[in-house]
């Protein structure tokens, strides 16, 4: 009986990491979808309305960090 119950427990934790892992990708492609975003807000403002320069530079190191951190798969899409 205890050999079930700790495959039980066992499937139980593998599949909440696998949730959790999931979250987390997901988590990662919004923050991409919101750093390009702002990137692109950036840009628009200083090619259209005379935005600084400074406001596209700060979005794209964000941009930069976050693909530094986690890749740049979610911005392939």
């Not at 139980?12 to 990708?25: F, P």
């Not at 990137?39 to 530079?57: D, F, I, N, S």
């Amino acid at each position: 009986m205890s050999g079930f119950l700790d495959k039980a427990r066992k499937m139980a934790e593998d599949t909440m990491n696998t949730g959790k892992q999931k979250v987390e990708e997901v988590q990662v492609g919004r923050d991409a979808s919101a750093l390009l975003k702002k990137l692109g807000a950036a840009y628009w403002k200083e090619q259209r309305g005379g935005g600084p320069h400074e406001e596209v530079t700060r979005a794209l190191a964000a941009l930069d960090e976050h693909v530094a951190k986690h890749g740049d798969a979610a911005l392939r899409d």
